[in-house]
């Protein structure tokens, strides 16, 4: 379902550092927590996990190494939530479509917007390569269980649409690898200097999908 990596030489897109805002946050070690996670993803997806070390990332936050470790333990604990931060939205999508009324073609299109968005941001490449890298095996089968949920459920909106006559007869294991694989390829060409947005690249996508899906004669 996920193709093969390929090189990327760009630099990681540097954000405002937590540290050096004067404002109070509203929950201070959960806003740092989650930039420490988000500036991982940006080197992870700029430089390959092998290529960073915890001191770029530091070093992006403004930071010393020791103030990670009040967040996360090690590099790997941050790309595995890398991988959790970017896959929660699509998660999410599933539960508002277990909860929609709509054509299962139409909550099938919602979660694959979602997903494609996921794919596009940060976290795109920690969510297509996170199972390749050197994550301990508690880590490793977490993350398969996770992609398992994530292709079960398109699989199980595939089959329900063609139940409900929204989506012509297909293959749903086969159809729901080929979207999958699709969407996570965006992660190894897209970036946020794009003239085209993580919005638009998902609509863009999408649209094509739900067009080949559609029954015949509508």
């Known amino acids: ?13 540097r954000s405002p550092s937590p540290w050096r805002s004067r404002r109070k946050a509203r929950s201070d070690r959960g806003l740092k927590r989650e930039a420490v996670i988000r500036a991982a993803a940006r080197a992870f997806n700029a430089r390959g996990y092998h290529n960073t070390s915890l001191d770029d990332i530091a070093a992006t936050l403004e ?9 996360v333990e090690n590099k790997e604990q941050l790309l595995f939530e890398c991988f959790c931060a970017g896959l929660e939205p699509v998660r999410a999508a599933f539960r508002d479509a277990r909860a ?7 909550r099938l299109r919602a979660v694959l917007l979602r997903y494609a968005q996921a794919i596009a941001s940060e976290f795109g490449w920690c969510m297509v390569r996170a199972e390749d890298q050197d994550l301990s095996d508690d880590m490793r089968a977490h993350v398969k269980a996770l992609k398992s949920e ?3 459920g398109i ?11 929204s989506i012509a007869e297909c293959d749903p294991k086969m159809t729901a690898f080929a979207l999958a694989g699709a969407l996570n390829w ?7 200097n794009q003239p085209q947005s ?11 999908f739900e067009n080949g899906l559609l029954p015949r004669g509508t």
Not at 3 to 9: F, L, Q
Not at 63 to 71: A, Q
Not at 155 to 165: I, P, S, T
């Open 155 to 165: 699989r199980r909106l595939l089959r329900e649409g063609v139940a409900d006559g």
């Open 1 to 13: 379902m996920i193709p093969p990596a390929m090189s990327v030489n760009h630099s990681p897109t």
């Open 186 to 192: 965006i992660a190894h060409w897209y970036r946020d």
């Open 100 to 106: 929609s009324d709509q054509s299962a073609r139409a």
């Open 150 to 152: 994530i292709d079960q």
């Open 63 to 71: 930071v010393t190494k020791p103030t990670l470790y009040y967040y």
């Open 198 to 208: 993580a919005a638009q690249i998902a609509a863009a996508f999408v649209t094509l």
